[in-house]
């Protein structure tokens, strides 16, 4: 089983910052990938951003400039720095973890944590 728990969601106002933090805990032996996705009410999830093992980042071009991912092996943790925060960024933020075994990957998730950017 693989876990993750993410925290650091609040509410904020525009153009401020956030941080998220995600520990994975489990079987993760074979973790690919790491990262964001995150969904507003009526919409689908979407990716916000993720990086691999190589430290390859794949982001949306809406947070381009404005997020920064980052993980901590030693730690299994996965960060998301948010800054210049938009209304538009308010949403339920998730973690993902993608975990590769031979030609086999699963992705597992978090359960999400709440952003909520508004004056």
């Known amino acids: 089983q693989v876990q993750l728990v993410e925290s650091g969601g609040g509410l904020v106002q525009p153009g401020g910052s956030l941080r998220l933090s995600c520990i994975v805990s489990g079987s993760i032996f074979g973790i690919y990938s790491m990262g964001w996705y995150r969904q507003a009410p009526g919409n689908q999830r979407e990716l916000v951003v993720t990086?691999?093992?190589?430290?390859?980042?794949n982001d949306a071009d809406s947070v381009k400039g404005r997020f920064t991912i980052s993980r901590d092996n030693a730690k299994n943790t996965v960060y998301l720095q948010m800054n210049s925060l938009k209304p538009e960024d308010t949403a339920t933020y998730y973690c993902n973890a993608r975990i590769c075994v031979r030609d086999s990957c699963v992705n597992y998730w978090g359960r999400g944590t709440q952003v909520t950017v508004s004056s």
């Open positions: 990086i691999t093992n190589g430290g390859s980042v």
